[in-house]
Every structure is written in C-alpha cells, then in structure tokens.
C-alpha cells in the first residue's frame, strides 16, 4: 500500500513539473519573440517592458515613526528600508541587453525544470542511481550557482544604471545587493552538486554488484 501511494506521489509529482515546465517553455518562447521583435536595429521605438531592480532609501527619506509604540515596545529603530524599482531605459539598446540578461533567467528556470522532471521520471521507473542522473544533478547544481551569482550581478547592474544621479530628500539611493543574493540557493546548489557525486558512486556500485553476480 505504502508503494502505491509513493508511486501516485511521483506520477503527480512528474504532472506537476511538467505542467510548470510546459508553463515557462512557453513565457521563454514568448520572450524570445518579442526579444527578437523589438531588436533596436529595426524597432528603436518598441514598446519598454518595465525592469525591476532593488534600491536602499537613504535615511533621509525614511518616514518618522510615531513617538508612542505598540503595547509592550519600548523603542522602535528603522535600520533599513528596502525598495524595489521599475525601470524603463530611454536608450533603447540599455534596455533591450538587460532584458535580453533577465530573460536568460527565464530560460534557466526551464533547464532546472526539465532536469527535475527526468530525475523524477526515473524515479517513477525505479531507476535512480544512475549515470546520466548524476550528470543531471551535476548540471543542476551548476545552474543554481550560476543564478544564484550572475542573478544579483545583473540586478546590481541595472538598478546602478537605474538610480545613476537620483536622490530623494537631497541623498542619492543605493542599490540593495543583499537582498538579491540568496546564500540559502547558493549553498542549495553546492549540496545538489555533492549529491551528483553520491549519485555517481552510487551508480558505480551498482555495476560493481551487477558484474560480481
């Protein structure tokens, strides 16, 4: 009974990621034509779509709190305010190359999504420990640290570009880097790259039994 229901959880499993796979398949192909349509060499005028990029508020511009705090707070500090910007370049190639970087991300996302959805595949034929799944889990930790690095690299970029010479209350914003890095996926990816080479020997050992049988 136990294997039945563990099999229904991998067949939904496998519906679910290829329903999601299917889902960012097609935003990707969406993006790559219009990416290709609103090329600044034959479209300069194309319609902006809206960039977004994550900023710090200078402190001056921070709201003032009100004197009397909550039942049972003695002190209320505003460390940090955190903001997220939309951005829409006037010069036209500025803007296509960003969007052209954020939609790799998108076409990144479909990788991931259709090397999960062989992993799960195979387990839903009882075949796991393999070669080709270590390759998989291998090329998947590789993607998650490249997006996990290039993501708030090219965020930081463009939000600079963004924010160049703006200020608010006479103070100049600054671009939140930190909250773009996520050292939660980063450290996620170097453990699916661990579990690639446990996956390998694991495969290893199999055919070591099989051949001494």
């Known amino acids: 009974m136990a294997s039945l229901y563990s099999g229904q959880g991998v067949r939904w499993l496998h519906r679910l990621l290829s329903l999601s796979y299917c889902l960012v398949v097609i935003l990707a192909v969406v993006m790559a034509v219009w990416l290709l349509v609103s090329l600044p060499v034959w479209y300069p005028d194309a319609p902006r779509v809206p960039l977004l990029g994550m900023v710090l508020v200078p402190a001056a511009a921070w709201p003032t709190l009100a004197t009397a705090p909550a039942a049972g707070v003695s002190e209320l500090e505003i460390v940090e305010v955190h903001g ?5 370049f006037e010069n036209p190639w500025n803007h296509w190359v960003f969007l052209f970087i954020f939609s790799l991300g998108v076409g990144l996302c479909a990788v991931v999504l259709f090397l999960l959805l062989k992993i799960v595949g195979s387990i839903a034929d009882r075949d796991v420990f393999t070669r080709a799944n ?3 889990l291998r ?3 590789l993607a998650l640290v490249v ?3 290039a993501s708030p690299v090219a965020v930081y970029a463009m939000s600079r570009l963004a924010i160049d010479g703006v200020t608010v209350a006479g103070a100049p914003f600054a671009v939140d880097w930190k ?3 996520d050292w939660t996926s980063f450290v996620g990816a170097w453990i699916v790259l661990i579990l690639s080479e ?3 020997q694991g495969a290893d050992l199999r055919d070591d039994q099989s051949l001494t049988v």
Do not use: C, D, N, T
């Not at 997220?84 to 829409?88: E, G, N, T």
């Open 84 to 88: 997220i910007l939309r951005a829409r």
């Open 134 to 136: 270590a390759r998989r």
């Open 139 to 141: 090329w998947l930790g």
């Open 147 to 149: 997006e996990a690095v």
């Open 179 to 181: 909250s773009e890095f």
């Open 198 to 200: 446990v996956f390998r």
